[in-house]
């Protein structure tokens, strides 16, 4: 009998130190680090959701531009139809290419700040937008271009106005 009591003693005893784990400062410490990788992680998969939506988002603007400039060529080429109708969509156009390569140019110092502000550097991510900020200097060097094309033909209509005159 008496060694029954012993043993139900001992059984109790080892019960309650397991339950003194979690009132321990290395149980307490271990969930408090648990707790903070979990906000971490979590800032990271924000700031990373971030930085595909701003991604997305300049592709999204350089197929805009694209797609405006394709326009704008051909109506550089053609001539049929009202000229003061055709300088108008070519001033329009010109006038949304710009804005598109403005707000690229906005969402890629964006990236750039987000991608900073996470401290560890992304190789990757850095890659990405050296080749973003090449293609928008590629873009306003093509644009400088399309707005010279476009000043030389106001020029030759101009002259061909006053000739017609």
Known sequence: MKTIKFYAIITALLFILASCVENSQKYKTAIAE???LAMEKQALDSSYNQSLVLLNDI??????INQNE??????LQGVEGPKANKR???????TAIKNGIEKNKS???ELQQ??????KANSML??????LQ???????KQIIALQTELDQKNIKITELTTTVT
């Not at 394709?70 to 109506?75: D, F, P, Q």
């Not at 850095?126 to 080749?131: H, L, M, N, P, W």
């Not at 090449?134 to 306003?140: A, L």
């Open 34 to 36: 648990r707790d903070s």
């Open 59 to 64: 592709e999204t603007g350089f197929a805009e």
């Open 70 to 75: 394709k326009e704008m060529k051909v109506n």
């Open 88 to 94: 108008e969509l070519i001033a329009a156009q010109m």
């Open 107 to 109: 969402r890629i110092a």
């Open 114 to 119: 987000l991608a900073s502000k996470n401290g």
């Open 126 to 131: 850095a890659e990405t937008i050296k080749r």
């Open 134 to 140: 090449s293609q928008m200097d590629e873009k306003g």
